[in-house]
C-alpha cells in the first residue's frame, strides 16, 4: 500500500508542495497561490490536489510545514496584546537591553531608533521574590503581592504574559508557582515562562526571547490548531504532523504550540537542510544558499557541508536566544517594487506587492513595476509558459508598469528602465552574500551558489560572475526547495542549562551528571513522539570561555567523559578559539558557562533518485527562440525545457531554462550541464 509524505512551504506568493510516493520513491511538485489572509486555506488546496489523484487521505502518513506565520506576526507587529512580569527592581531589563548599537550601518545613523518594546512599561509588573546568583531563595514569592499585580492588569486587554525572573534557570519554582497564579487570576490567558522557554544565563537575552514567544505563541497556536483541524476534516490524521523549526529541525504540532520563538526562521530553515543534500549528491562541500522567493532573499553559508548555527540572533533587531541555523535576510524578491522618489532617485525596495495583488503581470490588479514584471520585460520569464503553462503573464501589462512608473520619469526606455531595476536589485542581494562570506573571512572564489526558491535562478548566475564564485548549482526542483528540504528533516529538540563553573574545578563526573538529567528528559520527549531507541541520536555540547570573557564558544563534547577528557575538552577549546579570532591564551583558566543537548529523531531519509542519459539531444528540449536583454543588448536567445533535457547534456548562454516551478537565466559565457542527479552545474566564463 502507498504511503505519501506532504510537505509544504507557505511563502508571499505562493505555497510550494512536495509529494513523495514511498513505495515507488516518486517526487511530484505543485505551487498553489497564496491565501495570506488564512495560510492554511492554500495548504488544504495543495493537499487536495493530490487526494484528486486518487490517494486516500489515511494514505498520508507524514505532513511537515515551513510556516511563516509567526514570523510575520513579529516583522508586521501583529502579535497579541502581552504583559511582562519581572523580579521587583528590575523592570529596566527590557528597555535597556544590551546599551549598545547594533554593528553595520546602525552605527553611522544618527536617526537610529531601537525596535520598539513589544511589551511596553504600562504593561510590565513587578514581582517581589530573589533568587541568589547559586540558585538560593533569598526572598520567598509574595503571593498577595502578586494577585493585586495581575489585578490592575485585568483591565488592559492582556492576552499573553511572559515571565522572566531573576535567576530562575538555576531555581524555575517562583516562575512555575506564578503560573499557577495567573490561571487563576486571568483564566484563558496565555503563559511564557523563561526557565522553560530559554533557561540560561544573560537575563535581556532570556527576557526577549521569552517575550517574543508570548507575543507570537497564542497567534502560531490557533494557527496549528485551525490547519489540524482542517486536516482532519480532510481525512488526514497521520500522527506525524511537524511543523519546521529555526535549528533545521521539525517539532510536533503540539510541541510548537508551546513555543512559537522557535519558528521565526522555519520557511527558510528548509532550504537550508535541502542544501546539506546538495553537497552530498554533487560533491561541492561549500555553499552560498541563494533563497530568493516573492517578498525576501535568504542566504546562508554552508562550509565543508555544514551550515552555520547561532546560539543567539536576530529577527528585525530582536534578540532570539535559540539555536538557529545563521540566515541573513533582505527585502529583495520577485514582488519587490520599485519606483522614482521625489528626487528623481531609483528606489528599488523594501516594500513588496506580495501575494496581493502582486506583480502587474499577474492580471490580479497590480500597477506598480516589480522585480518579476522586469524580468518579463527582459524576455526572462515565459508568458504562455509560467507555472508551466498553468498562469499567464501580460507583457503588456508589465510593460506600462515600468514604464509609467520609472522609464518615462527617468527619460529612458522600458527595457533600460527593467535592467536597471534588476541590477539594483542584484546588487543588495549581492551585499546580503558578502555579509556572511567575506566579511567573515570567507574566500567566495571557494563557493558555489545554490539557487532556489521561485526566482533565486533568475539572478544567480549575474550574481555569482560579478562575486568572483565558483559557480552555480540550480537543483531539480528549485521552486519548491524549502518544501524538499522538509521531506529529509529530521525531529530536533535543543535543551540548555548554564551551570557557572571553572574548568579547572569540576570533574569528568559532574559534567556527566548534569547531561544526564538533560539527556533523560530528551529521550522522554523523543519517545512521546514515537521514536523507538534505535531512531534517537543524542549530541552534546559545552560553552566555553576564557575567565572574564563576556562571549562563549559552543564546543562538542563526547559522552559520557572519561577520565582525561577535559584535557582534551580545554584544548579543543582553545584550537576554536585560535580559529575564530587568531589567537588564544592556553595558560588562562577556562569555565564553562551553560551545558546544550540536542535531541534528535531520525526519520526515514528519502533518497532522490539518480539518473542515466538516454542519449537525448539538446535540440529535443528546445522549446522555443525569443528576444532576451543582456547587457544593453537584445538578442535572440534560446529556450529549453528543463524536463527534457538530458544527464550530460550542456547549454551555453545566452539561454532560458524553463521547468515548471522556476526559471534558469543563463547570460553569455556561462555553460551549464546537467549531472546525474539532473542538478544544473554552471560554470561562469566558460562558453
Given at each position: 500500500?502507498?504511503?505519501?509524505?506532504?510537505?509544504?512551504?507557505?511563502?508571499?506568493?505562493?505555497?510550494?508542495?512536495?509529494?513523495?510516493?514511498?513505495?515507488?520513491?516518486?517526487?511530484?511538485?505543485?505551487?498553489?497561490?497564496?491565501?495570506?489572509?488564512?495560510?492554511?486555506?492554500?495548504?488544504?488546496?495543495?493537499?487536495?490536489?493530490?487526494?484528486?489523484?486518487?490517494?486516500?487521505?489515511?494514505?498520508?502518513?507524514?505532513?511537515?510545514?515551513?510556516?511563516?506565520?509567526?514570523?510575520?506576526?513579529?516583522?508586521?507587529?501583529?502579535?497579541?496584546?502581552?504583559?511582562?512580569?519581572?523580579?521587583?527592581?528590575?523592570?529596566?531589563?527590557?528597555?535597556?537591553?544590551?546599551?549598545?548599537?547594533?554593528?553595520?550601518?546602525?552605527?553611522?545613523?544618527?536617526?537610529?531608533?531601537?525596535?520598539?518594546?513589544?511589551?511596553?512599561?504600562?504593561?510590565?509588573?513587578?514581582?517581589?521574590?530573589?533568587?541568589?546568583?547559586?540558585?538560593?531563595?533569598?526572598?520567598?514569592?509574595?503571593?498577595?503581592?502578586?494577585?493585586?499585580?495581575?489585578?490592575?492588569?485585568?483591565?488592559?486587554?492582556?492576552?499573553?504574559?511572559?515571565?522572566?525572573?531573576?535567576?530562575?534557570?538555576?531555581?524555575?519554582?517562583?516562575?512555575?508557582?506564578?503560573?499557577?497564579?495567573?490561571?487563576?487570576?486571568?483564566?484563558?490567558?496565555?503563559?511564557?515562562?523563561?526557565?522553560?522557554?530559554?533557561?540560561?544565563?544573560?537575563?535581556?537575552?532570556?527576557?526577549?526571547?521569552?517575550?517574543?514567544?508570548?507575543?507570537?505563541?497564542?497567534?502560531?497556536?490557533?494557527?496549528?490548531?485551525?490547519?489540524?483541524?482542517?486536516?482532519?476534516?480532510?481525512?488526514?490524521?497521520?500522527?506525524?504532523?511537524?511543523?519546521?523549526?529555526?535549528?533545521?529541525?521539525?517539532?510536533?504540532?503540539?510541541?510548537?504550540?508551546?513555543?512559537?520563538?522557535?519558528?521565526?526562521?522555519?520557511?527558510?530553515?528548509?532550504?537550508?537542510?535541502?542544501?546539506?543534500?546538495?553537497?552530498?549528491?554533487?560533491?561541492?562541500?561549500?555553499?552560498?544558499?541563494?533563497?530568493?522567493?516573492?517578498?525576501?532573499?535568504?542566504?546562508?553559508?554552508?562550509?565543508?557541508?555544514?551550515?552555520?548555527?547561532?546560539?543567539?540572533?536576530?529577527?528585525?533587531?530582536?534578540?532570539?536566544?535559540?539555536?538557529?541555523?545563521?540566515?541573513?535576510?533582505?527585502?529583495?524578491?520577485?514582488?519587490?517594487?520599485?519606483?522614482?522618489?521625489?528626487?528623481?532617485?531609483?528606489?528599488?525596495?523594501?516594500?513588496?506587492?506580495?501575494?496581493?495583488?502582486?506583480?502587474?503581470?499577474?492580471?490580479?490588479?497590480?500597477?506598480?513595476?516589480?522585480?518579476?514584471?522586469?524580468?518579463?520585460?527582459?524576455?526572462?520569464?515565459?508568458?504562455?509558459?509560467?507555472?508551466?503553462?498553468?498562469?499567464?503573464?501580460?507583457?503588456?501589462?508589465?510593460?506600462?508598469?515600468?514604464?509609467?512608473?520609472?522609464?518615462?520619469?527617468?527619460?529612458?526606455?522600458?527595457?533600460?528602465?527593467?535592467?536597471?531595476?534588476?541590477?539594483?536589485?542584484?546588487?543588495?542581494?549581492?551585499?546580503?552574500?558578502?555579509?556572511?562570506?567575506?566579511?567573515?573571512?570567507?574566500?567566495?572564489?571557494?563557493?558555489?551558489?545554490?539557487?532556489?526558491?521561485?526566482?533565486?535562478?533568475?539572478?544567480?548566475?549575474?550574481?555569482?560572475?560579478?562575486?568572483?564564485?565558483?559557480?552555480?548549482?540550480?537543483?531539480?526542483?528549485?521552486?519548491?526547495?524549502?518544501?524538499?528540504?522538509?521531506?529529509?528533516?529530521?525531529?530536533?529538540?535543543?535543551?540548555?542549562?548554564?551551570?557557572?563553573?571553572?574548568?579547572?574545578?569540576?570533574?569528568?563526573?559532574?559534567?556527566?551528571?548534569?547531561?544526564?538529567?538533560?539527556?533523560?528528559?530528551?529521550?522522554?520527549?523523543?519517545?512521546?513522539?514515537?521514536?523507538?531507541?534505535?531512531?534517537?541520536?543524542?549530541?552534546?555540547?559545552?560553552?566555553?570561555?576564557?575567565?572574564?570573557?563576556?562571549?562563549?564558544?559552543?564546543?562538542?563534547?563526547?559522552?559520557?567523559?572519561?577520565?582525561?577528557?577535559?584535557?582534551?575538552?580545554?584544548?579543543?577549546?582553545?584550537?576554536?578559539?585560535?580559529?575564530?579570532?587568531?589567537?588564544?591564551?592556553p595558560d588562562e583558566p577556562v569555565e564553562i558557562i551553560s551545558y546544550r543537548l540536542r535531541g534528535v529523531g531520525r526519520v526515514p531519509p528519502v533518497e532522490l533518485p539518480s539518473y542515466e542519459s538516454t542519449g537525448a539531444k539538446l535540440a529535443d528540449a528546445l522549446r522555443e527562440t525569443r528576444p532576451c536583454r543582456f547587457d544593453g543588448k537584445t538578442v535572440e536567445t534560446p529556450v529549453y525545457q528543463r524536463e527534457r533535457l538530458d544527464v550530460g547534456v550542456s547549454v551555453t548562454g545566452p539561454a532560458i531554462i524553463d521547468?515548471?516551478?522556476?526559471?534558469?537565466?543563463?547570460?553569455?559565457?556561462?555553460?551549464?550541464?546537467?549531472?546525474?542527479?539532473?542538478?544544473?552545474?554552471?560554470?561562469?566564463?566558460?562558453?
Amino acid at each position: 500500500m502507498a504511503q505519501y509524505r506532504v510537505t509544504v512551504d507557505t511563502g508571499g506568493t505562493f505555497s510550494d508542495f512536495v509529494y513523495v510516493d514511498d513505495e515507488t520513491r516518486t517526487v511530484t511538485i505543485a505551487k498553489v497561490p497564496s491565501t495570506p489572509d488564512d495560510p492554511s486555506r492554500a495548504i488544504l488546496n495543495g493537499v487536495e490536489l493530490l487526494l484528486q489523484k486518487g490517494v486516500d487521505p489515511k494514505d498520508v502518513r507524514y505532513f511537515c510545514h515551513g510556516t511563516t506565520v509567526g514570523t510575520n506576526a513579529l516583522l508586521e507587529g501583529k502579535g497579541v496584546r502581552t504583559g511582562l512580569l519581572v523580579t521587583e527592581g528590575f523592570r529596566g531589563i527590557y528597555e535597556v537591553g544590551e546599551q549598545s548599537r547594533p554593528h553595520g550601518p546602525a552605527i553611522f545613523d544618527i536617526l537610529y531608533d531601537k525596535p520598539a518594546m513589544l511589551v511596553p512599561q504600562s504593561r510590565t509588573g513587578e514581582v517581589r521574590e530573589r533568587v541568589a546568583f547559586d540558585g538560593e531563595i533569598l526572598l520567598p514569592l509574595d503571593e498577595e503581592a502578586l494577585r493585586k499585580t495581575l489585578q490592575d492588569m485585568k483591565g488592559k486587554d492582556i492576552q499573553s504574559i511572559a515571565v522572566c525572573l531573576l535567576f530562575s534557570f538555576l531555581a524555575p519554582q517562583h516562575e512555575e508557582r506564578v503560573r499557577e497564579i495567573i490561571a487563576e487570576e486571568l483564566p484563558g490567558c496565555s503563559v511564557s515562562l523563561s526557565s522553560e522557554i530559554v533557561p540560561q544565563i544573560r537575563e535581556y537575552y532570556r527576557l526577549s526571547t521569552t517575550a517574543i514567544n508570548a507575543y507570537l505563541q497564542p497567534i502560531l497556536a490557533r494557527y496549528i490548531a485551525n490547519l489540524d483541524g482542517r486536516l482532519r476534516e480532510a481525512g488526514v490524521e497521520t500522527p506525524q504532523k511537524y511543523i519546521m523549526q529555526s535549528n533545521g529541525g521539525m517539532s510536533t504540532f503540539e510541541a510548537t504550540a508551546k513555543k512559537a520563538v522557535a519558528t521565526v526562521l522555519s520557511g527558510p530553515a528548509g532550504g537550508i537542510t535541502a542544501s546539506m543534500h546538495a553537497c552530498r549528491t554533487t560533491g561541492y562541500q561549500n555553499l552560498i544558499t541563494f533563497d530568493m522567493g516573492g517578498t525576501s532573499c535568504d542566504v546562508a553559508l554552508i562550509k565543508d557541508g555544514e551550515p552555520s548555527v547561532s546560539n543567539r540572533g536576530k529577527v528585525e533587531g530582536r534578540d532570539v536566544a535559540l539555536p538557529m541555523i545563521d540566515i541573513n535576510t533582505v527585502s529583495a524578491g520577485g514582488g519587490t517594487l520599485a519606483h522614482v522618489d521625489r528626487y528623481g532617485e531609483l528606489i528599488v525596495g523594501p516594500q513588496s506587492a506580495g501575494a496581493v495583488p502582486g506583480p502587474a503581470c499577474y492580471m490580479r490588479g497590480g500597477t506598480q513595476p516589480t522585480i518579476t514584471d522586469c524580468n518579463v520585460l527582459l524576455g526572462y520569464l515565459s508568458p504562455d509558459n509560467f507555472l508551466g503553462g498553468k498562469m499567464k503573464l501580460d507583457v503588456s501589462l508589465a510593460r506600462e508598469a515600468v514604464e509609467s512608473a520609472v522609464a518615462r520619469p527617468l527619460s529612458m526606455s522600458g527595457e533600460d528602465a527593467a535592467e536597471g531595476i534588476v541590477r539594483i536589485i542584484n546588487v543588495k542581494m549581492q551585499e546580503a552574500i558578502k555579509a556572511i562570506s567575506t566579511m567573515r573571512g570567507h574566500d567566495l572564489r571557494d563557493f558555489m551558489l545554490l539557487a532556489f526558491g521561485g526566482a533565486g535562478p533568475l539572478h544567480a548566475c549575474r550574481i555569482a560572475e560579478n562575486l568572483g564564485m565558483a559557480g552555480v548549482i540550480v537543483p531539480l526542483y528549485p521552486g519548491v526547495y524549502s518544501a524538499m528540504g522538509l521531506v529529509m528533516s529530521d525531529v530536533k529538540h535543543d535543551y540548555i542549562r548554564s551551570r557557572m563553573t571553572a574548568l579547572a574545578r569540576t570533574d569528568e563526573a559532574g559534567i556527566n551528571a548534569v547531561f544526564a538529567e538533560l539527556e533523560k528528559q530528551a529521550r522522554k520527549d523523543l519517545a512521546d513522539e514515537h521514536f523507538p531507541d534505535d531512531r534517537v541520536v543524542i549530541e552534546h555540547a559545552l560553552d566555553m570561555r576564557y575567565a572574564g570573557q563576556g562571549y562563549e564558544m559552543t564546543i562538542p563534547c563526547p559522552s559520557p567523559l572519561k577520565a582525561g577528557d577535559l584535557l582534551t575538552l580545554r584544548k579543543a577549546f582553545d584550537e576554536e578559539h585560535r580559529k575564530t579570532f587568531g589567537h588564544t591564551a592556553p595558560d588562562e583558566p577556562v569555565e564553562i558557562i551553560s551545558y546544550r543537548l540536542r535531541g534528535v529523531g531520525r526519520v526515514p531519509p528519502v533518497e532522490l533518485p539518480s539518473y542515466e542519459s538516454t542519449g537525448a539531444k539538446l535540440a529535443d528540449a528546445l522549446r522555443e527562440t525569443r528576444p532576451c536583454r543582456f547587457d544593453g543588448k537584445t538578442v535572440e536567445t534560446p529556450v529549453y525545457q528543463r524536463e527534457r533535457l538530458d544527464v550530460g547534456v550542456s547549454v551555453t548562454g545566452p539561454a532560458i531554462i524553463d521547468q515548471l516551478d522556476c526559471t534558469t537565466v543563463l547570460p553569455p559565457g556561462q555553460t551549464a550541464t546537467v549531472d546525474t542527479y539532473k542538478n544544473l552545474i554552471i560554470k561562469i566564463g566558460v562558453a
